[in-house]
């Protein structure tokens, strides 16, 4: 698995960037412009699929790392990986709320930009490999 592991990476992250576009537009759209097509089943199911192929990516890159014994004090020893993980559960709360009717559009555009700086961070921690992510250049 691990002769793979350069195009598993590249799909993982080329799905995190499509995730995060499709974000981007529909929760603009439903928290700013009160937009009811980012809710409609066609977009909602496509955003299901590709953040499903990429966990799916993740789970892959990591099973590929333990078969190789690269995990235990490895790569991930300073906790970025987890950092990341925290954060992913509150970007998915975060864009849950930005797309909430219900919620005033104050509320929803707040949500949104907080989980538009949730994801950017992300990114940082992922590509620094650090917990601190671009927060080291301060
Ligand atoms: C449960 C969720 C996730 C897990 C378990 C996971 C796991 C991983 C693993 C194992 C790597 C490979 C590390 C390496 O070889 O350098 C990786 C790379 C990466 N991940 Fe994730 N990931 C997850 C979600 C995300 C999300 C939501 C983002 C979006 C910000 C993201 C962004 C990245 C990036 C940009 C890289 C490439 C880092 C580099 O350039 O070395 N990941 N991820």
Partial sequence: MMEFYPQIKSVHVHLVMLSG??????????SMLGATWPRHALLRYASYSIDTCLLTSAAMLLTALYSAGAVAGGIFANGWLAVKMLLLVLYVL??????????????????????????AF???????????GVLLYF
């Fill in 122 to 132: 992300m990114y940082t921690v992922a590509r620094l490999h650090h917990p601190l």
């Fill in 21 to 30: 576009l499709l974000f981007f537009i529909r929760g603009g759209a439903a």
């Fill in 94 to 119: 975060l864009g849950i709320f930005a797309m909430r009717a219900k919620f005033k559009r104050i509320a929803r555009v707040a949500c949104y930009v907080a989980a538009l700086l949730v994801f």
